[in-house]
């Protein structure tokens, strides 16, 4: 089966998924949250959850069920009501807890691992839950693959994957360039407690673009 796309899709594919990498979005917006205050690990672990939810949706994708997801008003509403009040959820935990989100270094072992894993966790459900990622891998993927290829399933699943692989690069760059504040943020807790206020700002924002998304 021939599922890998010319040179020229391929090249086109690519300069668009790194331009869209770029696009602020919750997932990118966590992933610098955690950075920011819990370390270069824990913005790492966020990606990875929100890849895992990337793989799920290139395959649902792929083998149609997005398609019946979105043409199904229920399922559509429920999905973007989960999606809106995980979004909210986040935005009072950083209210809430605040400060307490950052690693203390006499309790690093267990408690970093517990972080990690929920890290990735909330990652996962950020990706899985937003209506908008699977209306956006709906219209992105299709246009680099023609409908009457006998192919196109294999050709959806191969683009969704390289998706998550060309944008691994700049992500990384950027929770890495994140983890390289989190030192100065440490010792001004006044700037850190702002930053809480304007990232439960900007969690409640995108809640309310998931409450207001379209299905078809």
């Not at 006499?106 to 990706?127: L, Q, S, V």
């Amino acid at each position: 089966m021939d599922i890998i796309p010319s040179l020229p899709v391929f090249l086109a594919f690519s300069a668009a998924t790194l331009l869209l990498a770029l696009t602020p979005g919750p997932d990118m917006t966590l992933s610098i949250n955690k950075a920011l205050k819990e370390g270069r690990a824990a913005g790492l672990a966020v990606l990875v959850g929100t890849n895992l939810g990337l793989c799920v949706h290139t395959m649902l994708v792929a083998f149609g069920v997005s398609a019946l997801i979105v043409a199904s008003p229920t399922a559509f509403m429920i999905l973007k009501t989960g999606g809106a009040a995980y979004l909210f959820w986040i935005a009072v935990m950083a209210i809430r807890k605040g400060n307490n989100f950052v690693l203390e270094a006499e309790a690093r072992t267990e408690r970093k691992r517990n972080r990690i894993r929920a890290a990735i966790a909330n990652g996962f459900w950020i990706n899985l839950l937003n209506p908008k990622v699977i209306i956006f891998f709906m219209t992105f993927l299709p246009q680099f693959v023609d409908a009457g290829d006998p192919n196109v399933t294999g050709k959806l699943l191969f683009l969704g994957f390289t998706f998550i692989v060309v944008a691994l690069l700049p992500t990384i760059a950027i929770v890495v360039a994140a983890d390289r504040l989190s030192g100065w943020l440490m010792a001004h807790k006044r700037v850190l407690r702002g930053i809480d206020y304007l990232f439960a700002g900007v969690f409640s924002l995108f809640a309310v673009k998931i409450l207001l998304t379209q299905g078809r």
